[in-house]
T-cell receptor, first 114, second 114 residues
Framework: AQSVTQLDSQVPVFEEAPVELRCNYS??????LFWYVQYPNQGLQLLLKYLSGSTLVKGINGFEAEFNKSQTSFHLRKPSVHISDTAEYFCAVKTSGSARQLTFGSGTQLTVLP | EAQVTQNPRYLITVTGKKLTVTCSQN?????MSWYRQDPGLGLRQIYYSMNVEVTDKGDVPEGYKVSRKEKRNFPLILESPSPNQTSLYFC???WGQGGQETQYFGPGTRLLVL
């Protein structure tokens, strides 16, 4: 069975500063990796996903993530955050060939301060 | 507009009173899921469905039932709700089971069981 660990439950950062949200996963088979964002009182929206190929994945709103197989990590980064990036971010994993859908991490609340 | 809708969005009920949360998608997706979101635990899958009349348990199925009689609808049924089922519930759908399939989430249903 796969699992996902988001190492930080809360990340405060000042506007225009860079941010990294950390995600580690465990699985005995190959995986697909996702980052979702949840704005206040809304459902989840896909930010980006890694399926195969280049380990650097670019998503919406200027976010990117890097898949590191040796460290089983998929950290999310943005070089300069905005107030509007304040939201909860979820890392998720799906094992290839599985009918089960996503396994989510516990979430990281990103708060961007003026 | 492609979307997943859930009703009701907010519900307060009492222990033991049967309730149904509806979920409908207009994208002709085969796969649908129910998740519950609790603070510090992220999203956990309750049930999923691979197609009409095909459903299976997720990680936390106890106390819930589902049915998939039509492709577009996937209702979640709580036969005898208990306070530990107080949570935020999300329905999601996708084209297929492959990892490349993006899941689309509904806006959520906030349930309080007294």
């Amino acid at each position: 069975a796969q699992s996902v660990t988001q190492l930080d439950s809360q990340v405060p950062v000042f506007e225009e500063a860079p941010v990294e949200l950390r995600c580690n996963y465990s699985s005995s088979v190959s995986v697909y990796l996702f980052w979702y964002v949840q704005y206040p009182n809304q459902g989840l929206q896909l930010l980006l996903k890694y399926l195969s190929g280049s380990t650097l994945v670019k998503g919406i709103n200027g976010f990117e993530a890097e898949f590191n197989k040796s460290q089983t990590s998929f950290h999310l980064r943005k070089p300069s955050v905005h107030i509007s990036d304040t939201a909860e971010y979820f890392c998720a994993v799906k094992t290839s060939g599985s009918a089960r859908q996503l396994t989510f991490g516990s979430g990281t609340q990103l708060t961007v301060l003026p | 507009e492609a979307q997943v809708t859930q009703n009701p969005r907010y519900l307060i009920t009492v222990t033991g009173k049967k309730l149904t949360v509806t979920c409908s998608q207009n994208m002709n997706h085969e796969y649908m899921s129910w998740y519950r979101q609790d603070p510090g635990l992220g999203l956990r899958q309750i049930y999923y469905s691979m197609n009409v009349e095909v459903t299976d348990k997720g990680d936390v199925p106890e106390g819930y039932k589902v049915s998939r009689k039509e492709k577009r609808n996937f209702p979640l049924i709580l036969e005898s709700p208990s306070p530990n089922q107080t949570s935020l519930y999300f329905c999601a759908s996708s084209w297929g089971q492959g990892g490349q399939e993006t899941q689309y989430f509904g806006p959520g249903t906030r349930l309080l069981v007294l």
